[in-house]
């Protein structure tokens, strides 16, 4: 391949759609830079540059000589029977690979002195921005675990057993509070309902109560400086609402000195931007190695979601001594940007691999028999979780295995963990036949109805309906129920209208009736795995409305009407709104003599918020809405649609992470008949870094 031929074929790719036009500008520009570089190695950086925007941290040229077609999820010709970039990266052997980015001036070692803009390490290769980060992370993670800090057992068991008063959390929650004291950096991970949240709260009061006891080394008795963080404004306000009632329900009284632990424990909740301080126009933050936080300890929940740049930020704005705190669901999907941290972090943590001196620390401090699999009996090979050759990481990491949100048993835990382990065939056991009608709300708008107005119906907890078409009657009694037996969306607006205020009623009734009308819509959710095609959030938003009108619960009106959901796209700071926060737009009753006024209801942080339409500065309606965006919350109902038509967007950990929205109910809408949930099932997110590689 000439440079002349590269170039024409980068032109027809990004016409075609193979490659973005960054991609193609990042080849003219290292073309310019390093004219004596062979086209092969041009084509191997556009390539990886390809892959960051799939997600890959690096390009994978193991995999690639192995088989392009698969790696880069591009097919190997097009419509025209013309080479694609897999086409011409195809049948190439890793060694030819490695000769053609033999050439100094593009492709480094990874040293920090080097100019190079590649970075070849073993058989991957990276534009040198991600490999800085990628170290940043590694060297930042490894400096934490490697170092052990020592605490006498003894206190550290009389405060677990006043933080774990008899009938509350469970062994699992106890084991990861004891490991997380042990080094500079902990990571808990666990699936839905199984306590993340309240096991941190109990952890960072365990911490405080140590420190203010004078048995944390090195730091007498100064109280810790403990800050809290989420990757999004949705997810900082969640969390920040889980921690005050997790404070709340502490033992306060059973804990020396509880009264000042409480008042040192923070509340607040920020951004990971806000709390590194973005600057406008710039990756770069304010706090870095230069300007580092301030702070002792530092919590991240919903870290499944931090992208490899930002966690290589916080780590390099971290205090050498600060302690580092990750909380997240390793099962679900990873962050939209490049890399996954927590996934490659958490790769052994369903085996345990904790060293004897662990396992010993462990019961020393826990106080109660451990979990089978922590012992074993002298003469006989290690098992369970016990691994002598366990990583200094592998010490840091506490995998919580008890849900308290899914019953034993439960159709929604046991569908989530079918998914989870790639079991197709059980998956489709739990959820049984399609779902072809439904008896609580068919019939049509004049059938018989319940009286009574409820969020759903127990006719099942999993369900699949296989719609016949985009227009399926058995689907739009899903999302609208009938006019006599509102279900879905007509539920929440249902109440709308049956328990609006008389105009004459004080502000407090119009608060109350806001909070119903949101606590209805939470209790319904359509999410959809792609945003656009007939299946898509688009669609799908638009079709639900014209439903919901058709049905006469829906103003006839575009725009701005009353009902209509709307999903925060960006960060309002001056309105105390983020994004990912959902409202429902209401009508208030107008001065004397003047029309009603729409104002949008927002369930935020810190209460109720109601806000004028004309100040939201980017919504969209939401009646549907990506699984992505639906990480971290829940609904009484969630149902996740999938597309008639493969997409490489459709995996395990998408599946997995909708089934587990739901609290109570859970419908899988497939066109396909279970064809693309048995396809999703078999692809994971599987995402080239150098994180999935031994730290050590």
Known sequence: ???????????????????????????????????????????????????????????????????????????????????????????????????????????????????????????????????????AVRQGVLARVREVVLLAPEPVRALLDALFPSGEGDVWQRLACALALRRRFALITGGPGTGKTSTVVRLIALLQALALQGRIPGRGEAPLRIRLAAPTGKAAARLSESIGRSL??????????????????????????????????????????????????????????????????????????????????????????????LGGLCRRADEGHYTPETIAWLRATVGEELPEGFGVEEGEEPSGFIDFQGSALDQAIAMLRQSHRFAAGSAIGRLAAAVNRGDAAAARGVLGGPLASDPDVSGEEGGEGRASITPGHPRSEVALLVPQSQEDAALRRLVCGTQKNPAGYAFYLQVLHAQRPLPEAPQAAWDDWARAVLAAYAEFQILCALREG???????????????????????????????????????????????????????????????????????????????????????????????????????????????????????????????????????????????????????????????????
């Open 248 to 341: 709340e329900r502490l033992p306060w009284e059973a804990l020396p000195q509880g009264g000042r632990i409480r008042a040192t424990l923070p509340q607040e909740v920020s951004t990971l931007h806000r709390l590194l301080g973005a600057r406008a126009g710039s990756r770069r933050f304010r706090h870095d190695e230069a300007d580092p936080l301030v702070l002792d300890v530092l919590v991240i929940d919903e870290a499944s979601m931090v992208d490899l740049e930002m966690m290589a930020a916080v780590l390099r704005a971290l205090p050498p001594a600060a302690q580092l705190v990750l909380l997240g669901d390793k099962d679900q999907l990873a962050s939209v940007e490049a890399g996954a941290v």
């Open 534 to 696: 007939p299946w898509g959030v688009g669609e799908m938003n638009r079709r639900i409305a014209h439903w919901l009108r058709r049905q006469g619960v829906l103003p006839d009106e575009e725009g701005w009407y009353e009902g209509r959901p709307v999903l925060m796209t960006r960060n309002a700071y001056a309105l105390g709104l983020m994004n990912g926060d959902v409202g429902v737009t209401l009508a208030l009753p107008g001065a004397e003599g003047q029309a009603p006024r729409l104002m949008v209801a927002f369930a935020a942080a810190g209460g109720l918020r109601w806000v004028l339409p004309a100040r939201l500065p980017e919504v969209e309606t939401v009646f549907a809405l990506t699984v992505h965006k639906s990480q971290g919350s829940e609904f009484g109902h969630a149902v996740l649609v999938l597309p008639d038509t493969p997409s490489p967007l459709l995996t395990r950990e998408l599946i997995y992470t909708g089934i587990t929205r739901a609290r109570s109910r859970f419908t899988l809408v497939d066109p396909s008949g279970g064809a693309m949930l048995e396809a999703a099932i078999a692809r994971r997110v599987l995402r080239s870094s150098g994180l999935e590689a031994p730290l050590e």
């Open 1 to 135: 391949m000439s440079e002349t031929d590269l170039r024409d074929d980068l032109a027809r790719w990004v016409q075609d759609g193979w490659l973005r036009p960054l991609d193609a500008a990042f080849a003219r520009f290292l073309q310019e830079k390093v004219p004596q570089a062979p086209s092969r190695a041009i084509l191997a950086a556009t390539l990886a540059s390809h892959q960051l925007g799939r997600g890959h941290v690096c390009l994978d040229l193991a995999a690639l000589a192995d088989d392009a077609v698969f790696t880069l999820a591009i097919p190997s010709r097009d419509a025209n029977g013309l080479p694609t970039p897999a086409g011409a990266a195809q049948g190439e052997a890793l060694e030819s690979w490695f000769a053609a980015l033999s050439c100094p001036e593009l492709v480094g070692q990874g040293e920090e002195e080097e100019a190079a803009p590649l970075v070849r390490r073993a058989h991957r290769l990276y534009l040198r921005r991600q490999w800085d980060n990628e170290r």
